[in-house]
């Protein structure tokens, strides 16, 4: 079978589920560039390297995804059928989207706040602390091997994309108080 | 008894002979040449025994052009001919080189042109024709040290380079006629050179300080594999801005103001820069501002040393801060910090790093050295003379890619810190009934604005078939290749129309301007391009027939059916007949007939590659159970 027709399980070998061995995926990964790298190829014609650059930028990719567990989870998703930023789904809670603006909010005021960068520290930690609560949720929705409702992994992937959206945020204020 | 003769798969039957190959630092101040010998890597010194050759080149009336010492003797007496530093405008517009402080010792030629041209009495010279002179000038060192041409070259550059930076370098080194296996970000030559891929595991800081720029590198090493985590930097920020602070302090003692000339300027920093590196090792050093009209004497001491570059360094802890963030570790995960780059010889530097990453750092090789030695170790191994290394290094892309969308905005194609080489596409569609071509600007940054982040390139996508606004899709693909630098195509799908494109770089050279420089410099070297050029295909030609003739001795017998290996042969034998003639463009032919023969007996042997790649792991895998 060729790289080109398999999806990015397949090209590390891994099972198709949320839950990655981490190791294997990093381990695989290093064993893979080694056959494919550009740098392997060096001495070579052109074609070879041309094949060598695709080989290695679609292994660069599946390792990008597999790794990140919002791509991962939108990969998932897209393996069973559905494209979650073209699904609108379940609408999120009321509570949810208040929690949001009430961080946004927040944000947006640290610089005025007396002790800016003990602000910015203080929402990072609960950014991340309900992030972590948000990917426990999806491994639930991820785990049972009969699912046929894809419904509410839908919905926590939504809400783990508000919580990159605000880590990217904070980091860029981080930047720009040091 | 006759032995047979058993290879091991992956290894070539017959050793070949070894290819002579190089490393080259090519700084803001100094540049070096290195190479492997032996096993062993050194970097190679001229015919006086001097190692670094700084990166200086003076321009003559009579067309002479000096390189190096020569060059720099003359800075001061003849500061408009003699360029330095140039390496900070390599890939750089006219209006960044106005940004980069005002008193430059050279003066710019304002023509309409996108690529700065300086003025010298030899006419206007760009930052890549003056670059190829120092690489010449290197190339020449090594064949008259090792005997014979170079098969090849890895360059290094900044790891914060953005592309037309880097595309700046590779077009240095065609106008220079060199053969450009890789470009290597400095960091990463600096922890291959440290042989971190010895024994060391575990995560590594790479701190870069050199005379114009500044890198760090967080690399996770693993089993001969350098993982670049993150990079940042800062590619108009190092020693040279030391210098500057400090000869703007000694103005303002020797109660100068802003008024000083062209040559004032050169001695100034030239002042400067020997009071800094007194201050390396003593604790205060006299000054003595002597000749064109200065006179001036007193004392710099390490204190208001400090007071003028801190803010300096500390500018570059932020860049660090955001590396360990980007790689997602903590300091206390961080092995051991390495430094490299002429200016990390300022204890200062040493002393705010060593408080910023909690240890003190590792300065074992001569952090000017260190980075030319890790990219002769690299060209060795690319120019195929140690074909059973496991030495891999997976590197990534400093800056975002992006393309501008309506009203402006940025939209992210490639991420920052993505291992390259990658490959991405974005669908956009038109916004007009019938409109037929799209505005296509590729630009690489981080912010939101499209005035905000620097332009790489415009593209026009002409030819898409009338259709209501919405209905074309048309898939723009970035392709970021292992040197780093960017190439994008885009089409439109839904009619499947191939359309033509465009490509304007904002900041780089034509093709054809390349073609010409290179010409210019052949006639200098009593080289006619014809002989270059075919040069150049009978040397494909061999890379092509020995990279086969090990394959076919491999993988030939397994995947390959009998008739498919007597095409391939026979293809073979006549690129074999065609390659020592004289006739370019028929071992062209050849080369391209041979290539698409041997395109399925190319991929099958990846494909190959791959499953015993993965069938290892399963083994090992079953035995520790």
Redesign the interface.
Same mark, same amino acid.
């Given at each position: 079978m060729t790289l080109q027709s398999q999806n990015h399980y397949q090209i590390f070998d891994l099972p198709v589920a949320f839950d990655v061995d981490g190791r294997a995926l990093a381990e695989r990964y290093r064993q893979l560039q080694q056959v494919v790298h550009p740098d392997k190829y060096a001495n070579a014609g052109a074609q070879q390297q041309r094949l060598a650059v695709q080989h290695a930028a679609q292994i660069n990719d599946a390792f990008q995804v597999l790794k990140d567990p919002l791509l991962r989870a939108k990969y998932l998703l897209h393996l069973k059928g559905v494209d979650v930023d073209a699904t609108n789904g379940d609408p999120l809670e009321p509570a949810f989207l208040m929690e949001q603006m009430e961080l946004r909010e927040r944000l947006g005021a640290v610089r005025e706040t007396p002790a800016p960068v003990a602000e910015l520290a203080v929402i990072a930690a609960q950014v991340a602390a309900r992030r972590e609560t948000l990917l426990s949720n999806l491994h639930d929705c991820f785990r049972a091997s009969d699912v046929v409702d894809w419904r509410p992994a839908v919905v926590g992937v939504k809400k783990l994309q508000f919580m990159y959206r605000l880590q990217d945020e904070i980091d860029r204020l981080e930047d720009e108080l040091v | 008894m006759a032995l047979l003769q058993i290879s091991e798969p992956g290894q070539s039957t017959a050793p070949h002979a070894h290819r002579l190959a190089a490393g080259i630092d090519l700084g803001t101040t100094n540049s070096l040449i290195a190479t492997v010998r032996s096993g062993q890597p050194a970097t190679l010194p001229d015919g006086e025994g001097r190692h670094l050759l700084p990166s200086v080149v003076h321009y003559a009336a009579s067309g002479e052009v000096l390189v190096g010492a020569a060059a720099a003797a003359l800075q001061v007496s003849d500061p408009l001919n003699t360029v330095s530093s140039v390496k900070r405008f390599m890939g750089r517009g006219l209006e960044d080189v106005g940004s980069l402080g005002g008193n430059l010792p050279y003066e710019f030629v304002t023509v309409d042109d996108p690529v700065p041209r300086i003025k010298t009495v030899a006419g206007p010279v760009t930052a890549v024709e003056v670059s190829a002179e120092i690489l010449k000038t290197l190339e020449q060192r090594a064949q008259a040290t090792l005997g014979g041409p170079l098969t %090849?070259v890895v360059i290094t550059v900044p790891a914060y380079f953005d592309d037309a930076q880097r595309q700046a370098t590779k077009d240095a080194a065609r106008v220079a006629g060199l053969q450009v296996?890789?470009l290597l970000n400095e960091p990463t030559a600096a922890a291959v050179a440290y042989g971190l891929d010895q024994e060391a595991e575990g995560v590594y800081a790479v701190y870069d300080l050199g005379g114009g720029t500044f890198d760090i590198s967080i690399l996770r090493l693993?089993?001969g594999?350098f993982?670049v985590m993150a990079t940042a930097g800062d590619s108009a920020l190092g020693g040279d801005d030391f210098d500057y602070a400090i000869a703007h302090w000694l103005m303002a003692q020797a109660g100068l103001g802003d008024a000083v000339n062209h040559r004032q300027m050169r001695r100034l920093l030239q002042v400067a820069r020997q009071a800094k590196e007194q201050l390396s090792d003593a604790e205060q050093t006299h000054v003595e501002l002597t000749d064109y009209g200065l006179d001036w004497h007193g004392v710099l001491d390490r204190e208001q040393l400090h007071a003028l570059i801190d803010s300096l360094v500390q500018k570059t802890l932020?860049p660090c801060?955001?590396a360990l963030?980007d790689a997602g570790i903590g300091i206390d995960e961080i092995r051991e910090i390495v430094m490299v780059g002429g200016s990390t010889r300022v204890p200062r530097v040493r002393d705010m790093v060593g408080r910023f990453f909690q240890r003190s750092p590792l300065v074992n090789i001569d952090p000017d050295r260190v980075v030319a030695i890790g990219a002769a170790i690299q060209a060795d191994?690319? =120019? %195929?003379n140690k074909p059973d290394t496991?030495m891999?290094?997976?590197d990534v892309i400093p800056l975002s890619l992006g393309i501008e969308t309506m009203g402006g905005l940025v939209e992210k194609v490639i991420p920052r810190n993505?291992?390259?080489?990658? =490959?991405?596409a974005q669908d956009f569609t038109t916004f007009k009934d019938g409109q037929s071509a799209m505005a296509i600007h590729v630009v690489q940054g981080e912010r939101e604005l499209v005035t905000d982040v620097r332009s790489l390139a415009r593209f026009e996508l002409r030819g898409i078939p009338p259709m209501v606004a919405g209905a074309a899709r048309i898939r723009v693909t970035y392709?970021v290749?292992?040197d780093g630098l960017l190439s994008v195509s885009a089409r439109e799908e839904v009619t499947g129309v191939q359309a033509g494109i465009q490509i304007k770089p904002s900041y780089g050279l034509t093709d054809h301007e390349i073609t010409r420089m290179l010409g210019e410099s052949m006639t200098h070297a009593r080289e006619d391009i014809a002989a270059r050029m075919l040069r150049e295909q009978q040397v494909?030609a061999d890379?092509?027939l020995? =990279?086969?003739r090990g394959a076919l001795a491999e993988d030939g017998a397994r995947l390959l059916s009998a008739d498919e290996r007597i095409a391939i042969e026979h293809q073979m034998t006549l690129l074999d007949q065609v390659h020592q003639g004289v006739d370019g463009n028929a071992i062209k032919r050849a080369?391209d007939d041979?290539?698409q023969i041997?395109?399925e007996f190319?991929?099958r042997r990846?494909?190959a %590659?791959?499953e015993?790649?993965?069938k %290892?792991?399963?083994l090992t895998e079953f035995s520790q159970t």
């Open positions: - | %090849g296996l890789r693993n089993k594999v993982e932020l801060k955001r963030r191994i690319l =120019a %195929g496991e891999l290094l997976l993505t291992t390259i080489p990658v =490959a991405k392709q290749d292992a494909e890379r092509v020995e =990279a086969l080369i041979l290539e041997t395109r190319a991929a990846m494909n %590659g791959i015993r790649a993965l %290892g792991h399963k």
